[in-house]
């Protein structure tokens, strides 16, 4: 799809399961939306769907805890999520988060990826540490992932480690001064969005060893 969402714009995201069907599923505003940059918002106390298991595994209403902007890249397999602390009638800066992820894909809705369970925590002062390490390492161990697969997402970590490190972008772009428009109304689920057609990233059989999530 060629065809632009303008800012204020709801959209669904969607993580679709290696079963190929709708999972954990995200109303965002729009921030932006170029070539180069996909910037969506979520703020604080959104419902979005979050898998419970009680009593049996589903997907059902939670609330988003904290206000976060995400940005995207197209073709690229992570996100950076900028996230505040509300405080006093103001807000703080709580820290970055670099998801890592399959690269998305456009819908009539918004969005579809998936999440690859390695992320790297990066603090205000761009401090950094892994999350989940153990286990995406214990997922390549059991075949979840396949090992050329693993590989490749240690590999791209090391130019996103190195851009923290040097404070390059977006962490020198001024996104944590950014705030929304308060004209923009709580974002809503679209009604379709687990019964619109996903699309799927072409190398997840590669990436997923044939096991379904």
Not at 47 to 63: C, G, V
Not at 73 to 97: K, V
Request: charged letters at 25%; glycine letters at 6%; proline letters at 8%.
């Amino acid at each position: 799809m060629d065809d632009r969402f303008q800012p204020g714009d709801t959209v669904a995201l969607r993580y679709i399961t290696r079963d190929g069907q709708p999972g954990m599923a995200w109303p965002y505003t729009v921030v932006r939306d170029s070539d180069e940059l996909v910037a969506l918002y979520i703020p604080e106390g959104a419902t979005y769907k979050n898998w419970s298991n009680q009593p049996t595994r589903h997907l059902a209403d939670a609330h988003w805890r904290r206000d976060t902007l995400r940005l995207m890249y197209p073709g690229a397999a992570h996100s950076i999520w900028l996230s505040w602390d509300r405080n006093d009638g103001g807000r703080s800066l709580h820290g970055y988060y670099v998801n890592f992820e399959e690269p998305f894909r456009r819908t009539p809705i918004g969005f579809d990826t998936n999440d690859h369970m390695l992320d790297i925590v990066v603090e205000p002062d761009l401090t950094w540490s892994w999350k989940d390490a153990e286990d995406f390492d214990r997922r390549v161990a059991t075949g979840v992932y396949g090992a050329e697969f693993a590989a490749w997402v240690r590999e791209q970590a090391k130019p996103l480690i190195d851009a923290i490190e040097s404070r390059a972008t977006p962490y020198c772009d001024g996104w944590e001064n950014w705030r929304p428009d308060p004209a923009w109304a709580l974002p809503a689920l679209p009604p379709e969005w687990n019964t619109l057609p996903v699309t799927l990233w072409e190398r997840r059989q590669w990436a997923y060893g044939g096991i379904a999530r």
